[in-house]
């Protein structure tokens, strides 16, 4: 309306300015105008700043950013597909006005979450509510339901403005964030595979970021689209082992082709690339001098 506008559309505002600014201390961001807004407030990438005096772009990321004073996020139909399809690892950054502060949390568990539940809505809390995270559990609920409640965990890392003017702190932020964002990348890879790890961090403490593989999710139904992800890594290994001197090449080539042939005789569709031909062919030139010297032992 002229002349006037809500108060807590004002303090929502103010809260989303503070937040890019935080967010400044530690990356470049490209922040995202009201008109385009249609869930992420933030577009980043990681910086490091090196002794030379410049500052090198890294790891991207997103983050979409709330008031502290909210405690859960609703994510259903569309918007839970929004959230799950993000293919840079995103945090939820809660500012606090009054303490010109953000708390930037990571939203994995409510991907691994997704993996193991499958469900239709998932609400995220923020902390471990009854969990703790040196337990040997998963922090969500909700197996029986078509909805999950995740609770993501304490904030990766957690900031004033006045930590950014301290060279000591954005150091160890930058090594926090490399190291998780590194972590991220690969559990976001394991899930196209069904499987996800353990991961549990403190805040601001890069040292306490560990990752151990946990879960695996198997459906006979999802085989084929399974060994076609696995294809491009089943020709690199097959290129290496060309590669590899002919006295040790076999015992990788070997398995390797067996294990598209046991594809291929369980229904699988593996479109291989022109290395297994040559593979069958190496095999072959390499077993005829072996071939010739048994025979002639034998005569």
């Known amino acids: 309306m002229p002349g006037r506008l809500r108060t807590?559309?004002?303090?929502?505002n103010l809260a989303e300015d503070l937040g890019l600014l935080l967010l400044k201390g530690i990356a470049a961001v490209a922040d995202v105008p009201r008109t385009e807004d249609v869930g992420l407030d933030a577009i980043a990438t990681l910086l490091r700043r090196a002794s030379d005096?410049?500052?090198?772009?890294?790891?991207?990321?997103?983050?979409?950013?709330k008031s502290y004073s909210e405690t859960s996020i609703?994510?259903?139909d569309h918007e839970l597909?929004?959230?799950?399809?993000?293919s840079q690892p995103m945090f939820i950054g809660r500012v606090l006005l009054p303490e010109s502060r953000i708390s930037l949390y990571p939203t994995l568990f409510a991907n691994q979450a997704a993996l193991a539940l499958d469900p239709k809505q998932i609400t995220i809390e923020f902390g471990y509510g009854k969990y703790s995270p040196t337990d040997d559990l998963y922090s969500?609920?909700?197996a029986d339901s078509n909805s999950a409640t995740v609770w993501i965990g304490e904030p990766l890392l957690?900031?004033?403005?006045d930590d950014l003017s301290d060279p000591t702190w954005v150091s160890s932020a930058y090594e926090t964030m490399k190291r998780f964002l590194a972590i991220a990348r690969r559990e976001h890879d394991l899930l196209t595979l069904g499987q996800c790890s353990h991961v549990v961090w403190k805040k601001n403490d890069k040292d306490s970021i560990q990752s151990s593989f946990k879960m695996m999710k198997s459906n006979p139904?999802?085989?084929q689209k399974l060994a076609q992800q696995c294809l491009p890594g089943i020709n690199a290994l097959m290129l290496q082992a060309m590669a590899i001197p002919e006295e040790r090449r076999n015992s990788l080539m070997i398995p390797l082709v067996a294990l598209v042939a046991a594809l291929r005789d369980l229904g699988v569709d593996v479109q291989t690339s022109e290395i297994f031909p040559r593979m069958f062919v190496a095999l072959r030139d390499s077993s005829e001098p072996k071939r010739r010297d048994e025979n002639e032992k034998t005569k």
Not at 53 to 65: I, K, P, R, S, T
Not at 158 to 161: D, F, H, I, M
């Open 8 to 12: 807590s559309f004002r303090s929502g």
């Open 74 to 76: 609703e994510y259903r």
């Open 81 to 86: 597909s929004w959230l799950l399809g993000q």
């Open 53 to 65: 005096g410049n500052c090198y772009a890294e790891d991207g990321f997103v983050v979409q950013l």
């Open 140 to 142: 969500w609920t909700g």
């Open 221 to 223: 139904d999802n085989l």
């Open 158 to 161: 957690e900031w004033t403005l």
